[in-house]
């Protein structure tokens, strides 16, 4: 019996443009609330892209590397043995990789307080095309950023691969003073406001795209917004109902965890958890 990789099935709905077959921009940036299927919707794109292109290959990236065992590895092979694609698969925590048996294509995992390491990206068929850089918002050096950046070489369009060159940030997005996220991506293009919190509350996501923007890289970028909406595979009776409750008592919190918008300045959406203390 032949396997199935049903790719609607594994991430629902809201995320078609986002996808990579869909959106060949040199960045994706995925943010918004908790829960929306944003680390989910990667892990299987990664595990499609090796799979239906045998000259890819990919890095996911975490500032620190202890926490890739229990997010980004963990939700590419969870997937893999949910749909029984990891007999396809060989599986390697030291360092952590994801090898494809068919073409030795590979899924690589970095963490950027490895020093030079992250650079070093040497695979045995085909080329690194694309970046992920998972919790993205932990990346507090924007200099850091642009060397790993730098590292995926390839012309505008693409390489001799033919594949264009992609890199792709989710995060959750809270303070969004002095985040470079926020002032090199978002800023003027998909700012928080009365119209935006409608649609996000309407349709559970929103979008900004220009595929002829020419940005630090490469050239196209596509920004996603999404709030709680966008996931129909939540608990719709206690999670609606705790989003309500929450728009209640505390507008700031909801706005941030449910809603999707940026963190508000000022130490004022977690006041408790104040950098001051």
Known sequence: MALVFDVKTLI??????????NCPMRYRVGYGA???KKSWTCSVEAIDKIM???????VFFRRYYVDIKDSCYSAITNRLFKTGLFIKFKLKTSPFEITYRKTGQKILFKGCDRGTSINSNEVPVGEVTDYYFEEAYEFDDYQVFRQID???RGA??????????????????????????????CRGRLEDDAVGLQILETLGKREWSDKNLILEKGQGLFLMQTSYLINEFRDKEVYD???????KRSLDI???EYAGFWGATGEIVY???????
Request: charge should be negative; charged fraction near 20%.
């Open 34 to 36: 908790r829960n929306t």
């Open 254 to 256: 909801y706005l941030v």
């Open 271 to 277: 006041p408790e958890f104040s950098e001051s203390l």
């Open 52 to 58: 239906t292109s045998p000259v890819r290959n990919i």
């Open 241 to 247: 109902r705790t989003a309500i409750e929450q728009k």
């Open 12 to 21: 629902g709905y809201g995320y078609e443009h986002f996808y990579w077959l």
């Open 156 to 185: 505008i369009h693409g390489d001799n691969t033919g594949i264009p060159k992609q890199v792709t940030l989710i995060f959750n997005a809270w303070h969004k003073e002095g985040c470079w996220i926020y002032d090199v991506f």
């Open 150 to 152: 730098g590292s995926l």
